[in-house]
Each structure stands twice: as C-alpha cells, then as structure tokens.
C-alpha cells in the first residue's frame, strides 16, 4: 500500500535563527511525525523560507509556500497529502482573517495540515466536526499577529521616544574622554584642550597625514593622550576617534554578549556634544579612504612622492614605483615600472621623478596650487567649496548605505517593515536636503573657476619650484593630487610601444636613447570621469596638452620639462 506523501515546510524570519537551532529542530520533528505516523516524506520538494516572515504575508505571496500552494492548486501535489509544519504560526502571522482563510484554502484543497509540535491535524473534517480544533487554530493565529504587531509598535515607540527625548536623563555616564557628563546627568559638556586636540586630529588626517603618521608626530611632540594609553597615542585610538561617529554627536548602545560589546539598535543622533561638523567629518572619511586605495605605503616627512599609487606602466598595467638611487652622477629619484624592476618581462622604462611632477603639476590646472601655497582668497573660497562639495558627496553615499542596510534588514524582519520604513523615509529626506546642498555646491564652484583669475606660467613655475623645495605642505598638495586625479598611464616611449626583441642585451643606456627618441605620453583620468592627455614632443620642443572638452596648450621652451632624463 502507497504511503500518504507528506511536505516538510521551514520558516523563520530572523537572519539570527540562520545559524541557531531552528532548521534542525524543524526538520527532525516533521521526520520523527512522518515515520511514526506512516508518511512518505517528500524530499526532493524543498519547502524552505529562511529569514522570510509571515507577519506580511510574503511567504504566501513569492516564498517556498507561494510554490507549495501553487503545486496544490496543479495537482502536483496529490489531494490527501500533508503539509507538515512546527505550528500554524510558520504558515502566517497576518490578521487572524487573512491567516485562517489562507488554512481554509489549504485544507479544502484536500491538503491536511499538521502541527508537528503537539501532534494535531487541521483536516476538512476535524475543521467541520471538531469545534475544538478551529477555537485552537484561531487562538494560534490571533497570538501570533498579536506578538507581530506588539513587536513592531513597541520598535516604532522607541524609535519615536529616542527621537523625542534626546535631552533627558543620560543612559549612562560613559562618553567618548574629551567630554564629561553633568551633574545632573541631562547633558555632557566638552573638555575644550582635548575637543581641541581632537579637532586637530581630524584638521591633519584631512590634510593628508596617515593614521600612522599622525600618531608618530603626536607622540613625538610629546602631545599627553588622553585615555587608558599611559600618555601615549596609539594608531587604534586614533583611528576609532576618527571613524567613529561620536565626534560628530552620535551615539550607537552596545550590550555585552557572551563577553563581547555588539550593537544594539540604532545610533541616537546628537546625544553627544559633536566636536567637529558632519562635513569635516566627511571629509576625514574620504582622507581615509583615499589612503587605503591609492596612497598606500610609508611617506617621509615632506612626502616624496606626491602621486604615490597613481601612477601605472601604460604597456603592462603595473605599478609607477618610486625609486631613490642617491646623489651623485648615477644617482637621482624616478619612477619605474614594477614588473620591469622585478624582470617580469617589461622593457625598461624610467623616468626621472622631478620632471614628471613638474609636467603633472604645471599642466593639470586643477589642482589648484595657488590656493594651497598663496592662500589667495579667491583660491581659498574655491578650495572651501570643493571640500564642501566632497563632504556632501560623502554625507549622500551614507545616506544610500544606511537606506540600503533597513531594505536588507526589511528582507529578514518583515514585521518590522513599519519601523524601518519610517526611518528610510527620514534618512531620505536628509539625503533630498544634501543633494539640494550638492546641486548649489556645483553651482557656485563653477562659477567661482569661470570667474576666477588663473595664474601666469611664471608664477605657476614658481609655485611649483616651491612646493619642490619643501616651502608648501606636500601632505596637502598629495592630499589633493589624491582628491582631483583617480589614476595616470604612463606610456614611457609612446601609446604605441616599439618592439624591443631584437634589442635584447644591449645597455640600459642604448635602450633609454632609444627610447628617448619617441614621444612620451600620459593619460591621466580625473575622479570625475574627465580623461586629459600630455604628450612630449621632441621634433617641435613642446608639450601638447588635451583638457576638458579637448582644448589645447601648446607650451614652447620648456627646457626643465622635455629634458627628461637630463
């Protein structure tokens, strides 16, 4: 005799149940219910929505369920099966309504639902005959909505009490160490030396400084940490101060699990005193962030190369690295590509290190070195609107993060899909406010470089003779190399390199004469999607230059520039 086939149906709706004890305990029991009550259990039939609730219904609407009903309604799944379920509250915790019409189909389909925690069977007859059995299933249901719906109102309540009551009572006397809390525990005030010290910190990590760096110079000037560090600074300190939002007034609860500190809840905006702005503390972000993917490695003092993890072989790919060989003669500072260097089969290709910094620095105007040399006001407001505008930037990408992070946790708690949708909708309206700020920003900033006065080829000259002789901060000047150029191609001999193969062997020096011969080209593409083109032309003694919207510079005479290896 064919056995009656039985459907093993798993839910739960936190992405936490993922790694706990829920799909094992749900398994073993629909197996265990299956053998002892004569059931096939159907195998090949995957019946599982993992981190989908019910409290919405969308199990029933595009989950394993939604394909399960459907394979009734086909008959694919034969009239006298069962649906095999730890208890009604995994089929849907919608509106008691809404829930036992959803049994109702089921059952009336001939599909018999049973509840493998306490061993009871919803069926057509029991429904009709056994007053007992609907009285307990509309009791499931009528608890389940009711703990969904307690869940999400009491989130939404607090949410909105955190909201309102920003002001009351302190939760507790712990604060970040350059502040305090009052006596009367309803506010912290700022230890202004230490909110100071923290301001700098954040004035040099904008600046270009790494978090090494900064903490080196910190500790060297014999500047008093402020801590459990014993006077000293610490780079993990520094970076927390730094990329922790509690410098700009926010607040994230914590509780202790299992001896570990976890998140708890949302951040709480302006709980703190913030000791710097948003938008200086966005700008440190981007410093950061900038580092970490094009600036990677140990700078000196005055920063040697400014261009540091910008610079690519244009025939390979690889890494421009800088190489210092010392004084004399044989002796100087270049650039040379990496996998030459290691005999990775690219032909040599230097070049020497003040001259392309003079080339870089002279024709890509962007960079602005009036404002940050001189100081002019009219380059000063340019260079506050630009910082402005990055900060914006930066402030729009974590509004779209955090907004994306509730759509995701909307995913694993659908019943909660109220509280997170109210907080989205605020974060969106900070996010339409910035990117009302960020359209005026770019407004202004283009009017400011169409009106503003450039400056001549002999100051730009001496601009850049005095950042080389260390007169400007080369950290600021990297940090805005960094901020306006995403990468630069070197093509050392030429976008179309000659072939070398039968030059194996010969003496560097013959090669670079080769070389030398050809017209060195380099593409630099900008952070905003603009690609410009240097090219040294040897045969007409100047550089050609292909800007934005492809203008030209012709610049003749330039004796310290095309003389590249002199």
Same mark, same amino acid.
């Given at each position: 005799?064919?056995?009656?086939?039985?459907?093993?149906?798993?839910?739960?709706?936190?992405?936490?149940?993922?790694?706990?004890?829920?799909?094992?305990?749900?398994?073993?029991?629909?197996?265990?219910?299956?053998?002892?009550?004569?059931?096939?259990?159907?195998?090949?039939?995957?019946?599982?929505?993992?981190?989908?609730?019910?409290?919405?219904?969308?199990?029933?609407?595009?989950?394993?369920?939604?394909?399960?009903?459907?394979?009734?309604?086909?008959?694919t799944v034969p009239q006298g099966s069962?649906?095999? #379920?730890? =208890?009604? %509250? +995994?089929? !849907?915790?919608?509106?008691?309504?809404?829930?036992?019409? &959803?049994?109702?189909? *089921?059952?009336?389909?001939?599909?018999?639902?049973?509840?493998?925690?306490?061993?009871?069977?919803?069926?057509?007859?029991?429904?009709?005959?056994?007053?007992?059995?609907?009285?307990?299933?509309?009791?499931?249901?009528?608890?389940?909505?009711?703990?969904?719906?307690?869940?999400?109102?009491?989130?939404?309540?607090?949410?909105?009490?955190?909201?309102?009551?920003?002001?009351?009572?302190?939760?507790?006397?712990?604060?970040?160490?350059?502040? #305090?809390? =009052?006596? %009367? +525990?309803? !506010?912290?005030?700022?230890?202004?030396?230490?909110?100071? &010290?923290?301001?700098? *910190?954040?004035?040099?990590?904008?600046?270009?400084?790494?978090?090494?760096?900064?903490?080196?110079?910190?500790?060297?000037?014999?500047?008093?940490?402020?801590?459990?560090?014993?006077?000293?600074?610490?780079?993990?300190?520094?970076?927390?101060?730094?990329?922790?939002?509690?410098?700009?007034?926010?607040?994230?609860?914590?509780?202790?699990?299992?001896?570990?500190?976890?998140?708890?809840?949302?951040?709480?905006?302006?709980?703190?005193?913030?000791v710097v702005s948003e938008e200086v503390?966005?700008?440190?972000?981007?410093?950061?962030?900038?580092?970490?993917?094009?600036?990677?490695?140990?700078?000196?003092?005055?920063?040697?190369?400014?261009?540091?993890?910008?610079?690519?072989?244009?025939?390979?790919?690889?890494?421009?690295?800088?190489?210092?060989?010392?004084?004399?003669?044989?002796?100087?500072?270049?650039?040379?590509?990496?996998?030459?260097?290691?005999?990775?089969?690219?032909?040599?290709?230097?070049?020497?290190?003040?001259?392309?910094?003079?080339?870089?620095?002279?024709?890509?105007?962007?960079?602005?070195?009036?404002?940050?040399?001189?100081?002019?006001?009219?380059?000063?407001?340019?260079?506050?609107?630009?910082?402005?505008?990055?900060?914006?930037?930066?402030?729009?990408?974590?509004?779209?993060?955090?907004?994306?992070?509730?759509?995701?946790?909307?995913?694993?708690?659908?019943?909660?899909?109220?509280?997170?949708?109210?907080?989205?909708?605020?974060?969106?309206?900070?996010?339409?406010?910035?990117?009302?700020?960020?359209?005026?920003?770019?407004?202004?900033?283009?009017?400011?470089?169409?009106?503003?006065?450039?400056?001549?080829?002999?100051?730009?000259?001496?601009?850049?003779?005095?950042?080389?002789?260390?007169?400007?901060?080369?950290?600021?000047?990297?940090?805005?190399?960094?901020?306006?150029?995403?990468?630069?191609?070197?093509?050392?001999?030429?976008?179309?390199?000659?072939?070398?193969?039968?030059?194996?062997?010969?003496?560097?020096?013959?090669?670079?004469?080769?070389?030398?011969?050809?017209?060195?080209?380099?593409?630099?593409?900008?952070?905003?999607?603009?690609?410009?083109?240097?090219?040294?032309?040897?045969?007409?003694?100047?550089?050609?230059?292909?800007?934005?919207?492809?203008?030209?510079?012709?610049?003749?005479?330039?004796?310290?520039?095309?003389?590249?290896?002199?």
């Amino acid at each position: 005799m064919t056995k009656p086939l039985a459907y093993s149906y798993i839910r739960f709706s936190s992405e936490a149940q993922r790694t706990g004890d829920s799909i094992r305990r749900q398994r073993e029991m629909s197996a265990k219910y299956a053998e002892n009550n004569g059931l096939q259990l159907v195998a090949d039939f995957k019946l599982s929505d993992l981190g989908v609730s019910a409290f919405k219904g969308k199990n029933a609407k595009e989950g394993a369920l939604r394909r399960f009903l459907d394979a009734v309604s086909d008959g694919t799944v034969p009239q006298g099966s069962y649906l095999l #379920v730890e =208890s009604l %509250d +995994r089929l !849907s915790r919608q509106q008691v309504t809404v829930a036992f019409n &959803q049994l109702s189909s *089921i059952i009336n389909a001939g599909i018999n639902v049973v509840t493998v925690s306490d061993g009871r069977v919803y069926s057509q007859d029991s429904i009709n005959t056994n007053f007992a059995d609907l009285i307990i299933a509309l009791s499931v249901m009528f608890r389940a909505n009711e703990e969904s719906e307690t869940k999400s109102r009491r989130i939404n309540e607090a949410w909105k009490a955190k909201r309102a009551n920003k002001s009351d009572t302190k939760m507790s006397a712990r604060c970040p160490a350059w502040m #305090v809390l =009052s006596e %009367d +525990r309803k !506010s912290f005030h700022l230890i202004e030396d230490r909110a100071e &010290q923290i301001r700098n *910190i954040f004035d040099m990590v904008i600046s270009g400084r790494g978090l090494r760096v900064i903490t080196a110079e910190l500790n060297s000037n014999k500047v008093p940490a402020f801590g459990v560090n014993k006077g000293y600074w610490s780079q993990s300190s520094i970076t927390k101060i730094v990329t922790g939002r509690a410098a700009i007034g926010e607040y994230q609860p914590h509780s202790t699990v299992s001896g570990v500190r976890v998140p708890v809840g949302d951040p709480i905006p302006d709980y703190y005193v913030p000791v710097v702005s948003e938008e200086v503390f966005n700008l440190a972000q981007v410093a950061i962030k900038s580092r970490r993917f094009v600036a990677a490695g140990r700078k000196g003092k005055n920063v040697a190369n400014i261009f540091s993890g910008l610079c690519k072989c244009g025939y390979c790919g690889s890494t421009m690295r800088y190489i210092n060989k010392g004084e004399g003669p044989k002796g100087g500072k270049y650039l040379i590509c990496a996998n030459s260097q290691n005999g990775k089969g690219c032909d040599p290709t230097y070049w020497r290190y003040e001259k392309f910094e003079s080339l870089l620095l002279d024709y890509v105007r962007d960079l602005d070195l009036g404002s940050i040399l001189r100081g002019a006001k009219s380059g000063d407001e340019v260079a506050s609107v630009r910082k402005s505008v990055i900060a914006t930037e930066e402030s729009i990408k974590g509004h779209k993060n955090r907004i994306n992070d509730y759509l995701v946790r909307i995913e694993s708690n659908p019943e909660l899909e109220d509280a997170y949708t109210l907080r989205m909708l605020q974060i969106r309206q900070d996010q339409t406010k910035d990117e009302g700020a960020l359209s005026d920003l770019k407004a202004k900033l283009d009017e400011l470089e169409k009106s503003g006065v450039d400056v001549s080829d002999e100051e730009q000259k001496r601009l850049i003779t005095a950042f080389q002789k260390g007169e400007g901060d080369r950290f600021v000047l990297a940090d805005r190399v960094r901020q306006v150029i995403a990468r630069i191609d070197i093509f050392r001999i030429g976008p179309s390199k000659p072939d070398f193969s039968g030059l194996q062997g010969l003496p560097e020096e013959v090669l670079n004469a080769v070389s030398d011969r050809q017209d060195p080209e380099l593409k630099i593409t900008m952070r905003d999607g603009d690609v410009q083109i240097l090219v040294v032309d040897y045969d007409k003694n100047e550089v050609r230059f292909s800007g934005r919207g492809g203008s030209k510079r012709h610049m003749q005479g330039r004796d310290a520039i095309l003389q590249l290896e002199g």
